[in-house]
């Protein structure tokens, strides 16, 4: 079971920190992520990363967004830096377990105002 939290209402230009703890074990094939959900559009890609730390970021959060996790606590975060109103959406946190399992945790809710 996966736990989001962190979201709030934040102005253009500011900061927020998601967390995304589990309640069970994290395997180090897993690789974790988070996603977002903007109102009336698709679930998209905006970062992730392995257990050795290596990490992937959607080109529109590059160099704003840093994702990082937390192996011995089974936890990882989102710091977002510099918001823009293009990232008003529901944030999900993810853990891929290969070959084939997915699994969501509960979205948290990301508002930027101007």
């Known amino acids: 079971q996966l736990q989001a939290s962190g979201g709030g209402l934040v102005q253009a230009g500011g900061s927020l920190r998601l967390s995304c703890a589990a309640s069970g074990s994290i395997f180090s094939s897993d690789i974790m992520g988070w996603y977002r959900q903007a109102l009336g559009k698709q679930r998209e890609l905006v970062a992730v990363?392995?257990?050795?730390?290596?990490?992937n970021y959607a080109d529109s959060v590059k160099s704003r967004f840093t994702i990082s996790r937390d192996n011995a606590k089974t936890t990882m975060y989102l710091q977002m830096n510099s918001l823009k109103l293009d990232d008003t959406a529901a944030y999900y946190c993810?853990?891929?377990?290969?070959?084939?399992?997915?699994?969501w945790g509960q979205g948290t809710q990301v508002t930027v105002s101007s």
């Open positions: 990363i392995n257990s050795s730390g290596n990490t």
């Open positions: 993810s853990v891929y377990r290969p070959p084939m399992n997915t699994y």
